[in-house]
């Protein structure tokens, strides 16, 4: 027996996904657009998608019937740009953790993963449009191969390590790292382990919980943003 087919979009919608991804690469390949109008086309595609996913909240898996936006149209909105306070700006790809000794910097904030989920495999299809790949998928969710963007921050066992990495690599005299109750680990064993590079401030904020499903978790819980002086 077969794969069945995968109700992450419907039928029109994916076919339009495939012809545009496609045409994108077609112009990218020809020189007809350049590497940085490339990347603008599939942030923008990457918007569309997710405005007509037929999900509850990540990619991990689809809904079994197709209902709410995922019967809309799938549709391309152009960026639209602000010519203020333009200049000086960069951007860089890759793990915090090997691009910290790049950074210099008055305040640093980190925005960590604070489960275990991973995000590259949550959001594998969301990746497969801003790459502009067609890789092998494999299981039940059509995952593709994630394991190089593996987070260490979404392990007991390795967070420490990787924060380490960070807060010694960066160049800065103040460092904020946002984080949930919810987390992998506790408020007092995080504070700990930020000592070890400075004073540590915490400040703490209510917030509502995401809830894709009727879940028994509860509804409110705090976020917290922990500070180190240096």
């Not at 657009?33 to 569309?48: F, G, K, P, S, W």
């Not at 990540?58 to 333009?86: P, V």
């Not at 460092?175 to 949930?180: A, D, L, V």
Request: with cysteine.
């Amino acid at each position: 027996m077969g794969q069945k087919p995968r109700a992450y979009l419907s039928d029109s919608n994916a076919a339009k996904l495939s012809a545009i991804s496609d045409e994108i690469s077609n112009w990218k390949s020809s020189h007809r657009i350049t590497a940085t109008e490339n990347q603008l086309l599939r942030h923008d595609l990457v918007l569309a998608v997710n405005r007509i996913a037929n999900i509850s909240g990540t990619y991990g898996h689809h809904r079994s019937i197709l209902s709410g936006g995922a019967l809309k149209d799938l549709k391309l909105s152009q960026s639209i740009f602000s010519l203020g306070n333009s200049e000086g700006h960069q951007v860089r790809l890759g793990k915090a953790e090997d691009l910290a000794q790049e950074i210099t910097a008055d305040l640093v904030y980190l925005d960590p993963p604070y489960k275990k989920r991973q995000y590259a495999a949550n959001y594998h299809l969301l990746e497969t449009v801003a790459v502009g790949d067609k890789p092998e998928t494999h299981g039940v969710s059509g995952l593709r191969d994630w394991w190089p963007q593996y987070s260490d921050f979404c392990s007991k066992l390795k967070i420490h390590d990787a924060l380490a990495a960070i807060v010694n690599g960066v160049e800065a005299p103040r460092i904020m790292m946002s984080y949930s109750e919810d987390g992998l680990i506790s408020q007092q064993d995080m504070i700990e382990s930020l000592s070890r590079f400075g004073e540590v401030k915490l400040h703490e904020f209510p917030h509502v919980r995401f809830r894709s499903n009727a879940s028994a978790l509860k509804r409110d819980l705090k976020e917290f943003v922990f500070e180190v002086v240096r």
